[in-house]
């Protein structure tokens, strides 16, 4: 998808789809503009059209213009005081997905930018490159792109082609983890998840591999345990982007496993292979190291991610099994399906080893009952820090990307007592599911580091359309890392 902006656009040179956006107190706007395009009078029921342009009011018709057939789309942005990045970017969606016709050559004319709002067009078209993407690699027939290219009118001509530049390499790392989750688990194999990361190197960053002898050295039995079953092998991933003061390291850690069939203890065939998506955490990692090293932000970011296979067969770990973890710390395996906190239990612990980052922040798919909590509309935010949960929340505003933050109390801290090992893997039946899986990594992290447990089990793929996605993988976390990086000042 090409996108321009440009001073003015004459009538003459207008795409296959004409979108005007205006607030919903400036109907004058919408009707000048039609008056300059159309070659007769508005017509009444064109004019009807006008009456409500509160936000996402969108209204279309077709003509010939020109001599040929263009569709006309009327948008309202709402109110001034409501419009934000977050905003916009939606608005952008709900024009994609208003446009009927495929391979459509756009053109924007709004009325919704000002001095304290210069880059408004910018997001628009960055929501509509979100909302285009799709994936259709294994179809025979391939879907024609819902838009080729994007014109906007505009004063501010630098100023949003500046911000575009970086949205599209921001939404770049987010079809990655889209594409990535997409993939089914038979070709987004472990070995597959290192290929993916491999390819940061051509951004800078540094890639580092472990295999299972390094791991067993270095005693990460928890994660190799929930590997044992497969004959994939388990590898733990660190990519390495330093462009800043190496004082200031974020720890990005995720779950990657490729499919999750729950082991011994195994998940239902119902719905099973959307299990493929268990790896959305590490996905998220990854897009969000590719998102701020192609734009070269100054900073200093580490991600690690364990990418594991959990399949059942006659080497795969039972209930009941003890395993030795990273840290020293045992852990009781009393349920094979609470596989992630496992992996997470060692990539933190190793995390914190090797590189001792100021702040961790991992992403996981870890719990079905962050989505009974929640449903698919917040992610779960668990964390030891007040300070970093209000720079997360800034963030979460700011992209759109919602937050619910947990409680981590210790009065939870009982249902995860073992009666033969240090720890279990799971709580004891009285719910609090997400809370006690928090609580659960919570013994793996250093609690001088300041660190935020996000739960996208909810909102890393949805069964319905979304203002930015279609239905499917999301790539949520993205958006939202590469907004908390650029605007992260030290957190005491």
């Keep these: ?293 192609s734009q070269k932000v100054k900073a200093n970011v580490v991600g690690v991610i364990g990418v594991v296979e959990n399949m059942v067969s006659g080497k795969a770990q039972r209930p009941g099994d003890v395993v030795v973890a990273m840290s020293k710390k045992t852990i009781e395996v009393d349920n094979t399906d609470a596989e992630g906190r496992l992996v997470l239990a060692d990539a933190l612990w190793y995390t914190k080893e090797k590189f001792s980052p100021k702040i961790i922040i991992d992403f996981a798919t870890l719990t079905g009952a962050i989505q009974v909590a929640l449903g698919h509309e917040f992610a779960g935010l668990f964390s030891n820090s007040d300070d970093l949960c209000a720079r997360l929340f800034d963030s979460s505003d700011t992209v759109g990307e919602k937050l619910w933050r947990f409680p981590l109390h210790h009065s939870y801290e009982d249902d995860i007592k073992s009666c033969i090992a240090d720890i279990k893997n799971v709580g004891s039946g009285r719910g609090a599911g997400s809370i006690t899986a928090a609580l659960f990594l919570k013994h793996f992290v250093d609690p001088d580091v300041k660190w935020a447990h996000i739960d996208i089990a909810a909102v890393a793929a949805d069964s319905k359309n979304r203002a930015l996605s279609q239905r499917g993988a999301t790539g949520f976390g993205v958006r939202l890392i590469d907004n908390f990086v650029k605007n992260y000042k030290e957190i005491v």
């Excluded at 983890?177 to 987004?188: D, F, G, I, L, Q």
């Design 1 to 293: 998808m090409s996108v321009t902006f440009l001073e003015s656009i004459e009538p003459g040179n207008v795409g296959s789809v004409v979108v005007l956006v205006a607030f919903e107190n400036d109907k004058s706007f919408i009707a000048e503009k039609l008056e300059e395009l159309l070659p007769c009078r508005i017509p009444d029921t064109v004019a009807l059209l006008l009456d409500d342009l509160g936000y996402n009011k969108i209204s279309s018709f077709s003509l010939i213009l020109d001599g040929s057939l263009r569709e006309i789309i009327i948008v309202g942005a709402g109110s001034m005081k409501f419009s934000t990045r977050a905003s916009l970017e939606k608005l952008g969606g709900y024009i994609c997905d208003n446009i009927k016709t495929n391979e459509a050559k756009v053109t924007i004319f709004s009325n919704i930018e000002s001095d304290d709002l210069k880059t408004a067009s910018a997001y628009i078209t960055s929501g509509m490159q979100l909302k285009a993407w799709v994936f259709d690699k294994y179809k025979a027939k391939k879907q024609e792109p819902k838009v080729v290219a994007i014109s906007c009118q505009t004063r501010y001509q630098d100023a949003n082609k500046k911000e575009f530049d970086c949205l599209s390499a921001v939404n770049e790392g987010v079809c990655t983890v889209r594409r990535m989750s997409t993939e089914p688990a038979n070709v987004m194999t472990p070995d597959q998840m290192v290929e993916e990361a491999k390819d940061l190197k051509h951004y800078g960053v540094k890639v580092s591999v472990l295999d299972k002898k390094d791991m067993e050295k270095i005693g990460m039995n928890a994660l190799l345990g929930v590997g044992q079953g497969s004959e994939n092998p388990s590898y733990l991933i660190t990519m390495e982007y330093m462009e800043g003061d190496k004082s200031d390291l974020i720890a990005l850690v995720g779950k990657g496993l490729t499919f999750d069939s729950g082991g011994i203890s195994i998940k239902p065939a119902n719905k099973m292979g959307e299990m493929k998506e268990d790896m959305t955490g590490a996905a998220v990692v990854i897009g969000a190291i590719k998102a701020l090293a």
